[in-house]
């Protein structure tokens, strides 16, 4: 079935300013799913690949190391913590999976980068089938602990998503600063 989808077209660079304009696009209905899964697994890979490179550039000891000052984490920490949220998000609420998580644990985390980069890259492995899980079944545990969002209770597989790929673009930009402290340090 082909429909049309308002999409918005952004306004040139020279104009600096929003979303002016919208033109209507088809968008085949039935490969949704499909687009929203690439989508969201590219996004999400680009964010793991960028965290690894920066943890194998920073070695065990800077990756370690925590800057400082107030409330940060050292970089290990921060990759470490993105693991554990698309453990929990992905394969706890939406798979139904028990992954046991110490939240408060992950932000002071140390150990090799090594270690880091094949828990990174188990991860990454199984996150295709828990996002297929979301869209083709929905969320199958909304009673698991592990997280301080109320939003869980009625949070959709979307919303899900959609969080993952913010959260790990949030703290690939907080581990991108926080390598430039450390190796300045």
Known sequence: MLSYVLWPVPSSAAEGVGW???????VMQDDIEGRVADATLVIIGESLSSMTDILRGLGDELANTTPDLPGANSPYAIVFHCVAVIEYWAGSVIAGLKIPRDRAAEFTAEGRV?????????????????VDIALREGIRDRRVMGTTRPELATATPEWVLTHLVRELSQHLGQLELTRDVVRRA
């Open 114 to 130: 090594d270690d880091l980069i094949t828990r990174v890259d188990d991860v990454r492995a199984r996150l295709p089938e828990w």
């Open 20 to 26: 002016p304009g919208r033109v209507y696009g088809p």
